[in-house]
């Protein structure tokens, strides 16, 4: 299993590390700050750097075929990287920061629409939520409470529960597609203080006054009962469709 320094500190931004692996599926390390692709949110990019100078791009992380496997996937060839190689793993902060920003900004909108959540992503700068909803609610109204509780710069915090506690209280899942990882026996619950509580894997923000401007930019009638409301930061270019 590969040490998710990410998961005990999202604001970590490099560490030491020793490869593991590196073949045609991944580089495989011992520890890492790289978050794989996972819950809606992004894998990492960034490099891995030798004491000698040479670089390889990670172009992307995602999660192995075994559970605790992470894999960084190489943006070129590399054979000179061998198992055994000291690395310092960096990820691309600003871009992790950006993805901190709107994951914790998403789980404040769940908080503001009420209603399970049938899809959603987290974006470079952008993101969205589809809501089961039967009529579309008002921009403005929902803006201007987003903006409120951010306001409030409440913290964010985390505790772990196990299989057993999630499935005695399945109110505290909002997500109706996607569902808390199992498997190892212990779920972690993101709880922003006073106004959400759900499991959720990805890195998050310490206070939700770091989330800073935001606009939802529209909200989609996407049948007769789903709802999609996107968000962007500042200069953000979202993906067509």
């Given at each position: 299993?590969?040490?998710?320094?990410?998961?005990a500190?999202?604001?970590?931004?490099?560490?030491?590390?020793?490869?593991?692996?590196?073949?045609?599926?991944?580089?495989?390390?011992?520890?890492?700050?790289?978050?794989?692709?996972?819950?809606?949110?992004?894998?990492?990019?960034?490099?891995?750097?030798?004491d000698?100078?040479?670089?390889?791009?990670?172009?992307?992380?995602?999660?192995?075929?075994?559970?605790?496997?992470?894999?960084?996937?190489?943006?070129?060839?590399?054979?000179?990287?061998?198992?055994?190689m000291?690395?310092?793993?960096?990820?691309?902060?600003?871009?992790?920061y950006?993805?901190?920003?709107?994951?914790?900004c998403?789980?404040?909108?769940?908080?503001?629409?009420?209603?399970?959540?049938?899809?959603?992503?987290?974006?470079?700068?952008?993101?969205?939520?589809?809501f089961?909803?039967?009529?579309?609610p008002?921009?403005?109204?929902?803006?201007?409470?987003?903006?409120?509780?951010?306001?409030?710069?409440?913290?964010?915090?985390?505790?772990?529960?196990?299989?057993a506690?999630?499935?005695a209280?399945p109110?505290?899942?909002?997500?109706?597609?996607?569902?808390?990882?199992?498997?190892?026996g212990?779920?972690?619950?993101?709880?922003?203080?006073?106004?959400?509580?759900?499991?959720?894997?990805?890195?998050?923000?310490?206070?939700?006054?770091?989330?800073?401007?935001?606009?939802?930019?529209?909200?989609?009638k996407?049948?007769?009962?789903?709802r999609?409301?996107?968000?962007?930061f500042?200069?953000?270019?979202?993906?067509?469709?």
């Open positions: 299993m590969t040490e998710e320094i990410f998961r500190d999202a604001y970590a931004r490099a560490c030491e590390a020793t490869v593991l692996a590196a073949d045609e599926r991944g580089v495989k390390l011992d520890r890492t700050v790289f978050y794989p692709l996972g819950g809606g949110q992004p894998g990492d990019i960034g490099v891995l750097r030798l000698d100078g040479r670089e390889l791009h990670i172009a992307g992380t995602h999660k192995g075929a075994t559970p605790g496997e992470i894999l960084h996937l190489p943006a070129e060839a590399a054979a000179w990287l061998q198992p055994g000291r690395v310092t793993a960096e990820i691309d902060w600003e871009r992790r950006r993805l901190m920003r709107m994951h914790t998403l789980h404040l909108l769940s908080a503001v629409i009420v209603a399970p959540v049938t899809g959603g992503q987290v974006g470079d700068g952008y993101g969205r939520l589809d089961d909803l039967p009529e579309t008002d921009t403005d109204e929902v803006n201007a409470k987003l903006r409120e509780l951010i306001a409030r710069d409440a913290p964010v915090s985390f505790r772990w529960i196990t299989d506690e999630l499935d209280h109110e505290l899942v909002k997500t109706m597609s996607v569902h808390p990882p199992r498997g190892v212990r779920i972690r619950l993101v709880n922003i203080e006073g106004i959400d509580l759900q499991p959720c894997g990805g890195t998050h923000l310490a206070r939700i006054g770091e989330i800073g401007t935001v606009s939802i930019t529209k909200i989609e996407k049948g007769r009962q789903n999609r409301v996107r968000l962007e500042p200069g953000a270019v979202p993906p067509a469709g």
